[in-house]
């Protein structure tokens, strides 16, 4: 069974590995053709919000009590999940 240190540290290293995925794409949009440029910043706009909520589900679960994580833990996978499927659709999008 995973702990709640073990849980919060998969999380930080998948929100690393999501901005440097969000930094790649943020470096293809600046040099971007003007008319890809906003389909680009309108998906990465997106991406910054999910992440966001991500990293503050992530906060949560970090100030929650050893007993009250797993209960934090379902929206969490939830809000991780929503992000994982957005970055795919996002690097599969722009990689056209």
């Keep these: 069974m995973t702990t709640r240190n073990e849980y919060v540290e998969q999380l930080k290293?998948?929100?690393d590995v999501w901005n440097e995925?969000?930094?790649?794409?943020?470096?293809?949009?600046k040099v971007a053709r003007t008319d890809l440029q906003i389909d680009y910043e309108m998906g990465l706009e997106k991406?910054?919000?999910q992440r966001d909520e991500a990293a503050a589900k992530l906060k949560a679960l970090q100030a929650s009590?050893?007993?009250a994580w797993r209960d934090l833990a379902a929206?969490?996978?939830?809000?991780?999940?929503?992000?994982?499927e957005a970055m795919d659709k996002a690097v599969s999008h722009f990689n056209r």
């Design 47 to 49: 991406l910054r919000q």
């Design 65 to 67: 009590s050893e007993d």
């Design 21 to 29: 995925d969000l930094g790649r794409l943020e470096a293809r949009a």
């Design 13 to 15: 290293q998948k929100l």
């Design 75 to 84: 929206g969490a996978e939830t809000a991780w999940g929503a992000m994982r």
